[in-house]
């Protein structure tokens, strides 16, 4: 049974920085595509950044490029985001997502002044 974790959300001041990160168990993730993607209330699940499976390339949505940066460990079977400079328009659920099939129960992230 595949199983995804995230953790790492919490709330921060516009401005501020957080590490989200997901552990997979139940499947190697090498050759996967692995994501985040995050859903505020009232609106659609909306890609937030991938990078796929095999040394593949890295994609970033509009709303977050240049503030986010995502990274894969396939020995540990983790996949990380790190956020810079978040806004209020950053609050949502992020959700894990593995070979655009598998997704994590969410993690919080709440920027508020």
């Known amino acids: 049974q595949v199983q995804l974790v995230e953790s790492g959300g919490g709330s921060v001041q516009p401005g501020g920085s957080l590490r989200l990160s997901c552990a997979v168990s139940?499947?190697?993730?090498?050759?996967?595509?692995m994501g985040w993607f995050r859903q505020a209330p009232g609106k659609e699940r909306q890609r937030v950044a991938g990078i796929e499976g095999n040394g593949g390339e890295t994609m970033y949505g509009d709303a977050v490029r240049g503030r986010v940066a995502i990274s894969r460990d396939d020995a540990k079977r983790t996949v990380t985001l790190e956020m810079t400079d978040l806004k209020p328009e950053d609050t949502g659920t992020y959700f894990c997502n593995l070979d655009r099939s598998y997704w994590g129960q969410g993690t919080q992230v709440t920027v508020s002044a």
């Open positions: 139940g499947r190697a993730t090498s050759s996967l595509f």
